[in-house]
């Protein structure tokens, strides 16, 4: 061990941490290392030797929450259809969307797709520094600092996971993570080490990517392999025999629990041609919130009302619908309803129920029938059904305006993952629907209700 002089207990801007001698002779010989091993066993990566502002714009926007083997495929794709930040301001949001299809999280591809936008409206550069790569939507300090660093040689410090955990280790900062003194601390220790990275001759973006390397390599959360180190002997945490110990667990972050409606209404005849072809109705959540902009089959809450008629998917269709009559006045006919059983997903701090429920709409006599365990048939009486909404005629259509009415308020909207009203409504066919952007969630709702309606698969 290079730790010179016996370690002791300390305090540091309200954060515990052992407190070595550190002199800045010391530190620079840890830059030093740092940079020498990044350059000799850094990963290969399509973003790695990338200088251009945007691609380490799109890269590192990507890279949250999401693993480097999950982004390569998407960058890759990302980059071919939009090489810059004009043809990304450009591209309408559907297809920006549709792009970023299974990464989740979308609001990052929104806010990508918003700040292009205000790039070009304001003359189409890329901002210069990190100040200004920090007031664009969806760029935090991390990535203001990841981008100012790499692309633009910045001197300044981009602190993610990996950092955090590194820099917990090395000057073994004690406190909870989620206090702020933890953060002013591994800020303070952050920014100083970047700060000096010009005058041991290293570049500032091969040090920001250094400490992210060896958190993801070798600095990592469980088993860090202290052997292969190249900071060790700077190394607070290895000094102490506290490496397992730090940096703490995050207190846990309460997931909430929430139960829904997938609504697949169909209708047949509503298509050209001269029968015409099942039709769906989807909706697109606004722009803001929770999969903004995505289309999906409507989701409504659940209500415990529905329990008593779990066996009776018709009647929990009847309610939902209720009192609904076409163009012409004539009540609507449910032909068939069927509730499957149910999808289970999870966001970050919500777990969603989703109980799948298919309505048919009768496309001409309101005739029922009853198919398989949980479906089962309407009492409505017999009545000549006629299409009442035709593509553009939207806004009159007695179904859009029923789930409309009985949407959720803000507060239990916000609470069970769905939007208080959806922006935008459309009937389209299985094969258009496939052409939307969807969420991964709705992926599985699809496969769930195909699987359901072929039952010689089962
Ligand atoms: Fe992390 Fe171990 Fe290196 Fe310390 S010595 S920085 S704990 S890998």
Redesign the pocket.
């Known amino acids: 061990m290079g730790v010179s002089g016996g370690a002791k207990k300390g305090v540091s801007g309200g954060a515990r941490e052992i407190d070595l001698p550190r002199t800045t002779d010391s530190e620079d010989r840890l830059r030093a290392a740092l940079l020498d091993w990044y350059a000799a066993n850094k990963r290969v990566l399509p973003w790695r030797d990338e200088r251009d502002p945007y691609a380490i714009w799109v890269s590192e926007i990507m890279l949250q929450q999401t693993r480097v083997a999950a982004v390569i495929p998407y960058y890759e794709r990302w980059m071919a259809l939009f090489p810059d930040v004009a043809t990304l301001a450009e591209a309408p949001l559907e297809a920006v969307l549709g792009a970023w299809q299974g990464l989740g999280y979308y609001s990052r591809a929104r806010n990508l797709h918003r700040a292009a936008r205000a790039i070009a409206a304001d003359g189409g550069a890329l901002p210069a520094d990190r100040a200004a790569w920090r007031a664009l939507p969806g760029v935090g300090a991390y990535t203001a600092g990841a981008i100012a660093s790499i692309a633009l040689g910045e001197p300044v410090a981009a602190v993610d996971g990996n950092v955090k955990?590194?820099l917990a280790?090395?000057y073994a900062v004690d406190a909870d993570p989620a206090r702020v003194a933890f953060r002013r601390a591994i800020e303070t220790h952050a920014d100083r080490l970047a700060a000096g990275v010009p005058a041991v001759g290293g570049a500032p973006g091969d040090w920001t990517q250094a400490l992210m390397e060896?958190?993801a390599t070798?600095?990592?959360a469980r088993g860090?392999?202290?052997e292969?180190?190249?900071?060790?002997a700077?190394?607070?945490?290895?000094a102490v025999g506290r490496?397992d110990e730090?940096p703490r667990p995050a207190a846990r972050s309460r997931v909430r629990e929430s139960r829904v409606l997938a609504l697949r209404i169909a209708r047949p005849g509503l298509g050209e041609g001269p029968d015409g072809s099942e039709h769906l109705l989807v909706a697109r959540r606004p722009p803001e919130g929770l999969l903004g902009g995505l289309w999906e089959l409507p989701l409504v809450p659940w209500d415990p009302g529905y329990e008593t008629g779990r066996d009776e998917p018709a009647a929990i269709a009847h309610t939902l619908l209720d009192g609904l009559r076409d163009g012409s006045g004539a009540k609507l006919a449910i032909h068939e309803a069927l509730l499957l059983p149910p999808v289970e997903h999870v966001f970050s701090h919500l777990r969603l129920s989703v109980e799948p429920l298919a309505i048919t709409l009768a496309a001409g006599r309101g005739g029922c029938s009853s198919r398989g365990d949980r479906s089962s048939s309407g009492d409505h009486s017999a009545a000549d059904i006629r299409p009442v909404a035709r593509y553009g005629q939207l806004d009159r259509d007695p179904i859009v305006a029923v789930l409309r009415e009985g949407g959720p308020d803000a507060a239990s909207a916000r609470r069970a993952g769905l939007p208080v009203a959806y922006e935008t409504w459309r009937w389209v066919t299985r094969e258009e629907l496939a052409e939307l952007a969807t969420s991964v969630l709705m992926d599985k709702l699809v496969r769930a209700f195909e699987h359901a309606a072929r039952p010689q698969d089962r």
């Open positions: 955990r590194v280790r090395l060896l958190g070798v600095c990592v860090p392999r202290c292969q180190c190249p900071v060790a700077w190394c607070a945490a290895l490496v730090l």
